[in-house]
Nanobody, 114 residues
């Protein structure tokens, strides 16, 4: 069983930055691959960034060079640093992992104004 709790969303102007956090429960965090997804209104949920248990990262083309995913295994936390934000980054951002089944957080709203 894994519980995920996101925080750090908010309202920011275009060009600004936010850092999202996702705190995970349980003792297996260090072996889990962790993902950030987002879902904008009337759009499908999309994968934004991934970090493996070994720290290898991967990003959607739309966020490469602007977003950075990282993890702190001592704190059971994964982060998403978002810089140079654009209005099209507006979405609910979800933390996700898979251990036998998929686990999702409740989501955190990010709104980027023009």
């Amino acid at each position: 069983q894994v519980q995920l709790v996101e925080s750090g969303g908010g309202l920011v102007q275009a060009g600004g930055s936010l850092r999202l956090s996702c705190a995970a429960s349980g003792s297996r965090f260090s072996i889990l691959h962790m993902n950030w997804y987002r879902q904008a209104p009337n759009k499908e949920r999309e994968l934004v960034a991934t970090i493996t248990h070994g720290g290898i990262t991967n990003y959607a083309d739309s966020v490469k060079g602007r977003f950075t995913i990282s993890r702190d295994n001592a704190k059971n936390t994964v982060y998403l640093q978002m810089n140079s934000l654009k209005p099209e980054d507006t979405a609910v951002y979800y933390c996700n992992t898979h251990f036998i089944i998929d686990y999702w957080g409740q989501g955190t709203q990010v709104t980027v104004s023009t």
